[in-house]
């Protein structure tokens, strides 16, 4: 893996890497995780503004108003607003839903800055008034914003108030519609329920709404594309690579160990990284290699959050609205009592099996639905605020598997080392989109239409962040 020069890391940086850990243990799913960032984040950067001398940056939620004199406008009381903002939007969020061994992390953070953890003041003459009251006023403005949120982040906290039910009965019934997304039986035998089914109407920090760039309809059972990108799965199930495989995995989350920022240990076994996370740790590694400093760090890390949220919504807006086919299902309907090639499971290579028992590198599918991918939603919005950021879309990367390093053939795969390097933020969106094809989870139209997705959602945040970072909102 490529390592960038030294780098003391900003306190903004390190509340990130706090935030991404708290995110891991409390076993936080994608859509929530998002949000949760953006809040974090947010709460940073409104607290940031009042004490940046010199700047047009304004808040989200006051605006210019309690911008503090120049005199008060140290590097000191910066970095204070901002760790209080933090403090008080984690320990809102999280402290609940963690492990009992986590619960002092944000607290301890604090203690090691050299802050008073328990100073709750709203005071708008200080810094860490400041900070409590940015991170009230974000996580209230968000308690408005349809996510259903009661009480802490766990899953169950945000269920779905707007009726979705599933077309589909699970296996081993057959499909009502083929066209429709079936909910696939998880370990203990129970059907899966679609994962936060309303964030389609989650109010977005900058589209109009969740549908404002939602992408054409997927192919139907009277298009050609419908059989054939069944087929080109199969192709891809039948010839993969090590290095395909390793992509299926590395964008799945299950590599973030071989990263020097991986997220503390212990790793939870079966338990993986959610693209929010991985993206932010993308993010702390451009801080590291520019060397930046508290003003880029809480400027970039609020515009990758804000860009995940939306994603996160513009992306389940077509997963509910479409309520599109996974790839196991179709495959084993179309497929079904006919031979096929395909992977045969773990160490099992290519082999001659019953469409009806097709099984994806990934083996599990999402519990929501196919169109459009996430993954790719994700990566491409955050290419594109990032590209816009730095000014280029340079971005570096490199990670190395040894051999029999996989998370899902570690007997066998890969044979020879293999090492995965990404020179832009683009290439890096597009092979986390073509990961979700290799792992037999989205067809191309899902990935393709994601990329596209993510694309203008990501210019749609980067264009209000600005308005913004120039003082003309507020």
Request: proline share 7%; aromatic share 10%; charged share 20%.
């Amino acid at each position: 893996m490529s390592t960038p020069t030294a780098y003391t890391p900003t306190a903004a940086h390190r509340w990130n890497r706090l935030a991404c850990d708290a995110l891991y243990f409390s076993k936080t799913p994608p859509t929530i995780a998002a949000r949760a960032l953006a809040i974090v984040h947010t709460a940073m950067y409104d607290a940031w503004t009042n004490y940046n001398d010199g700047g047009c940056e304004v808040s989200t939620t006051t605006g210019a108003r309690l911008k503090r004199p120049d005199i008060e406008c140290t590097p000191e009381n910066r970095v204070k607003t901002y760790s209080f903002a933090a403090y008080s939007a984690l320990k809102e969020l999280f402290c609940p839903s963690l492990p009992p061994e986590r619960k002092g992390m944000f607290r301890d953070f604090m203690c090691e800055l050299g802050y008073n953890p328990d100073d709750r003041s709203l005071e708008l003459n200080t810094p860490q008034g400041i900070g409590n009251l940015s991170a009230k006023l974000v996580i209230e403005q968000h308690l408005g914003d349809a996510a259903n949120q009661r009480g802490t982040l766990h899953a169950g906290n945000y269920s779905d108030f707007t009726g979705y039910h599933p077309v589909n009965p699970p296996p081993p019934q057959p499909l009502r519609d083929r066209e429709r997304w079936q909910p696939q039986l998880m370990g203990d035998g129970q059907p899966q329920t679609f994962l936060t089914a309303h964030w389609g109407v989650v109010k977005p920090f900058a589209l109009t709404w969740g549908g404002q760039f939602r992408p054409p309809r997927p192919a139907g059972q009277r298009d050609t594309a419908f059989q054939e990108q069944a087929c080109d799965l199969i192709q891809i199930s039948e010839c993969l690579t090590d290095e395909q495989k390793l992509i299926a995995e590395y964008w799945a989350g299950m590599h973030e160990d071989k990263h020097a920022d991986a997220t503390a240990t212990p790793l939870i076994p079966g338990y993986w990284c959610v693209p929010p996370s991985q993206l932010s740790r993308i993010g702390r590694y451009v801080s590291r290699k520019n060397k930046f400093k508290n003003a880029n760090d809480i400027k970039m890390f609020f515009l990758l959050s804000n860009a995940m949220l939306d994603a996160s919504i513009a992306a389940w807006d077509c997963k509910t609205h479409y309520d599109y086919i996974r790839p196991v299902s179709l495959i084993r309907a179309l497929f079904n009592e006919q031979e096929i090639e395909a992977w045969g499971g773990p160490c099992e290579g290519t082999r001659t099996i019953n469409g009806d028992s097709w099984t994806p590198y990934m083996i599990s599918s999402p519990p929501f639905a196919e169109y459009v991918s996430g993954h790719s939603t994700f990566s491409r919005a955050v290419a594109e605020v990032l590209t816009n950021f730095c000014g280029n879309s340079t971005y570096g990367e490199s990670v190395v598997f040894p051999p029999k390093s996989s998370k899902i053939e570690g007997r066998c795969t890969p044979q020879m080392e293999v090492t995965l390097t990404w020179r832009t933020f683009h290439e890096a969106a597009d092979q986390a989109g073509m990961s979700r094809r290799y792992g037999g989870i989205h067809f191309e139209m899902g990935d393709m239409e994601g990329r596209e997705l993510g694309k203008k959602v990501g210019l749609a945040v980067w264009n209000k962040a600005c308005q913004y970072f120039n003082g003309e909102l507020g």
